[in-house]
C-alpha cells in the first residue's frame, strides 16, 4: 500500500480503522422490488459493484445491461428521495429510530443529519454491469461489450449450479471464439466454479471445476482475465495463488468466518446456505490465509444474494447469503479474527480496481472495533428477508463515510 488511503490508521485494537473506499466485485441485485430493497444497503458502503446478470430473463446483450442499470440507479435515486424525504419529516420523532434500523445506519447517535451526509454519499454507488454467457454468446457481443464503456465483465455459469443458471453454458468447448475475443479485448471471464454432474459430491465440484475446466482454460487462452469467483476450497485458493497469467479470486465474509458446521449448528439453518456451499474447516483456513496474505490476486465479493424468508426457510431452501448492509462488519471482523487487518486495505479498496484496470477510489470510509448487532430481518418488498448471521453480534462495526 503506498496510498494514504490504504494505510490503517494504526489499528491496533480499540482504534478505528480508516480504509478506501471498498468495491465490492460480486453482487446480485436482483430487479423490481427487490432491487429497490437492497440496493442502498451497498451504495452506503461500496464505491462501485459488479451485479451479476442471472435475472429472468438473463442478461446477455449490452442493450439489456444497459436497461438494467438504469433500472439500478432509478430505484436507487427513488430510494434516496424517500429515505430523505422521511428523515426531513421525522427528524425529531421516535419515527427516526425507525428509519435508521430500517437502513442499518448502524451508528447508535446516527442523527438525522449524519444519516442525510450518508445519503448523499450513496448517490455517488456506480453499477458495473456484466453479460450472461450463454451457448448463444457471440464474438459480436463481446466488441459491444468492451465499446460500451459500462459492461466491465462476462460471467459463466455452468448450466445449473446455481440460482437461475439454466440458461447456463453447456459445453465451454464450443465457445473458443467467444473466450478467444475476450482474452483479445481484455475483457475479464468470471466463472462460477463448480461442475453440476448430479454424481459428483456436492462439497467436491468447486475441486473437481479445477481439473476439469479451470486448467485448461488457463492453458489455452493464457491471456485471459480470469476471476474464479466465491472460491470455497484451499485447492481454488492454490492454484489462483500458483497459476500463470492474469488471474484472481473473489472471497465472499461468509467463507472467511464461517465453515459447514455453521448450516448444522443445533438444527439445519438454511440462511447460512448459499453455493458453493460452506466447506471443512481447513477450507476456511486456506481462504483466510490466500486474503489476508496480502496478495493482489485476492479481493472482496460478497456474493450477497437476497432471497425472502419464506424461499430459505422452505422444504427446497434457496440458496444465498444476504450480507450487504453488514458486510464490511463482516469481512473486519473476519481480518481482525487472525490479526490481519493491515491488509483488508489491499483486499477491499485497492486489488479489484486493479485488477479490472479501474482506477481505485479516494473516498473514504471507516470502522470501528465495537460489537455491533447485525439486523434480524429487513424489509424485501411485500415480504421481508433475514440476513447472514442476522441478530447477532460481530466485533466491528460499519462507521460510514469519512469526513462527510
Ligand atoms: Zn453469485
Not at 471498498?22 to 423490481?32: A, E, K, T, Y
Not at 446516527?110 to 450472461?132: C, G, I, N, R, V
Not at 481454488?236 to 449448528?265: C, K, M, S, W
Not at 448487532?373 to 424485501?380: I, M
Request: charged share 20%; glycine share 6%; with cysteine.
Amino acid at each position: 500500500m503506498n496510498d494514504e488511503q490504504g494505510t490503517l490508521s494504526k489499528a491496533k485494537a480499540a482504534q478505528a480503522l480508516v480504509c478506501g473506499l471498498p468495491d465490492d466485485w460480486h453482487l446480485h441485485l436482483r430487479d423490481g422490488d427487490a432491487l429497490k430493497s437492497v440496493v442502498l444497503a451497498t451504495a452506503l458502503q461500496f464505491g462501485r459493484a459488479i451485479v451479476m446478470p442471472n435475472l429472468k430473463p438473463p442478461v446477455t446483450n449490452v442493450s439489456q445491461a444497459l436497461a438494467y442499470r438504469q433500472r439500478i440507479l432509478d430505484a436507487l435515486k427513488l430510494v434516496i428521495d424517500e429515505t430523505v424525504r422521511n428523515i426531513d419529516r421525522y427528524k425529531t420523532s421516535d419515527i427516526l429510530a425507525t428509519i435508521r434500523m430500517q437502513h442499518f445506519f448502524n451508528r447508535p447517535d446516527a442523527s438525522a443529519d449524519w444519516m442525510l451526509e450518508q445519503l448523499l454519499q450513496a448517490a455517488h454507488f456506480e453499477p458495473l454491469m456484466t453479460l450472461y454467457l450463454t451457448d448463444h454468446t457471440a464474438p459480436s457481443d463481446i466488441d459491444e461489450a468492451v465499446d460500451s464503456g459500462f459492461v466491465r465483465a462476462v460471467k459463466l455459469y455452468p448450466a445449473g449450479a446455481t440460482t437461475h443458471s439454466d440458461a447456463g453454458v453447456t459445453s465451454i468447448h464450443q465457445l473458443h471464439h467467444v473466450l478467444a475475443r475476450m482474452e483479445m479485448r481484455g475483457l475479464p471471464l468470471l466463472v462460477h466454479g463448480e461442475v453440476t454432474d448430479r454424481d459428483v459430491d456436492v462439497f467436491d465440484r468447486e475441486a473437481v471445476f479445477i481439473d476439469r475446466v479451470m486448467i485448461d482454460l488457463r492453458r489455452k487462452f493464457p491471456g485471459l482475465k480470469l476471476v474464479f469467483e466465491h472460491i470455497t476450497t484451499e485447492e481454488a485458493a492454490h492454484f489462483v495463488r500458483d497459476a500463470e497469467g492474469p488471474i484472481a479470486a473473489t472471497i465472499t465474509p461468509q467463507h472467511l468466518l464461517y465453515n459447514r458446521n455453521a448450516i448444522f449448528n443445533g438444527g439445519l439453518r438454511p440462511h447460512w446456505y448459499c453455493l458453493p456451499v460452506l466447506k471443512k474447516e481447513r477450507h476456511r483456513r486456506a481462504l483466510m490465509q490466500a486474503a489476508s496474505s496480502g496478495s493482489a490476486r485476492f479481493f472482496l465479493g460478497t456474493d450477497s444474494a437476497p432471497h425472502p424468508a419464506h424461499l430459505k426457510e422452505h422444504a427446497a431452501a434457496c440458496a444465498g447469503c444476504y450480507s450487504a448492509p453488514h458486510a464490511l462488519a463482516l469481512y473486519a471482523s473476519a481480518f481482525d479474527a487472525v490479526d490481519a487487518l493491515e491488509h483488508l486495505p489491499g483486499f477491499a479498496w485497492a486489488h479489484g480496481a486493479a485488477f479490472y484496470g479501474l482506477s481505485a477510489n479516494t473516498r473514504s470510509i471507516r470502522l470501528v472495533p465495537e460489537a455491533c448487532q447485525t439486523p434480524q430481518r429487513l424489509g424485501f418488498g411485500e415480504r421481508h428477508i433475514v440476513p447472514l448471521a442476522g441478530g447477532e453480534f460481530v466485533p466491528w462495526r460499519f462507521d460510514g463515510f469519512v469526513d462527510c
